[in-house]
């Protein structure tokens, strides 16, 4: 993928340094713009995306390391490259340090090490965006993430309140069918007995009738027919005058709906 068209601004107020510039960088692939002060370089970057500053050092009013460090302030990703002759190498050097200026420069240069310098700088320049624009996917992902997050742990509490909800009502309908004034017994299709309310257990102290037994012996051919037919057609069943255990009662016949269907019938007596 090709790189950005990247603007680079020279400031000199000497206007041969300036030219210079402009004949050395005419085949590279630059927006190419100058100023001949520091006051007028800021004028240029405020109405410019400009990757790369080279400054002179020497300059009437704001030396180039001012300059340079306005421009750091304002504009911290900007590369900074400050070109001098002057002797004052201590000051320069602390600038660089202090990170006010990416490279020094020193007149006369070298052409193609000025080249060099300048296609290295704008590839720290391509970095720096790159990084940023990877940090901010991340801050960006990492939000993302926060909220599903967030909405799974709400769905979680959902569904956990719902839980509670659900198993809070299936006790209390165990305790009120358990409480119901009269037998209920629970049977399966095999004919096993899988539940006895209060009631039920008081209808007799026989060993045939617990849970876990079987209640065909227990119980009349005619009743276990009505059972057999409610279970086959899911159809409740209204059955008088069976004996069980020495006493009349009436059977209500309930069989199992929705995805118990056919796995079983409630038997309650009157």
């Known amino acids: 993928m090709k790189s950005r068209c990247h603007t680079v601004l020279c400031v000199d107020d000497e206007v041969q340094i300036l030219n210079s510039l402009k004949r050395l960088l005419r085949k590279e692939d630059y927006n190419l713009l100058t100023a001949s002060s520091a006051a007028e370089g800021i004028l240029v970057m405020n109405e410019n995306d400009v990757s790369l500053v080279i400054s002179d050092q020497r300059m009437p009013g704001e030396s180039g390391i001012e300059f340079l460090t306005t421009i750091k302030r304002i504009y911290p990703e900007v590369i900074r490259i400050l070109l001098s002759g002057y002797t004052d190498i201590d000051t320069i050097t602390e600038s660089v340090n202090k990170g006010h200026i990416y490279k020094l420069i020193l007149k006369p240069w070298n052409d193609q090490n000025l080249i060099l310098d300048i296609r290295q700088s704008l590839e720290q320049y391509e970095l720096i965006q790159t990084n940023k624009a990877l940090h ?135």
């Open 136 to 270: 901010k996917t991340v801050m960006e992902q990492n939000e993302e993430l926060r909220v599903i997050n967030d909405n799974l742990e709400m769905l979680v509490n959902m569904r956990t309140k719902d839980l509670e909800i659900q198993n809070k009502a299936l006790q209390l309908s165990r305790v009120m069918i358990d409480d119901m004034p009269f037998p209920i017994i629970g049977i399966s299709q095999e004919m096993i007995i899988v539940y006895k309310n209060k009631k039920a257990c008081l209808l007799t102290d026989s060993t045939d009738f617990t849970v876990g037994s079987d209640i065909s012996s227990s119980i009349t051919a005619e009743l276990m027919e009505k059972i057999r037919v409610a279970l086959s057609y899911c159809v409740p069943l209204l059955v008088e005058n069976i004996y069980f255990f020495g006493k009349k009662y009436t059977f209500n016949i309930c069989p199992l709906s929705e995805e118990f269907q056919g796995d079983g019938v409630f038997l309650v007596l009157y």
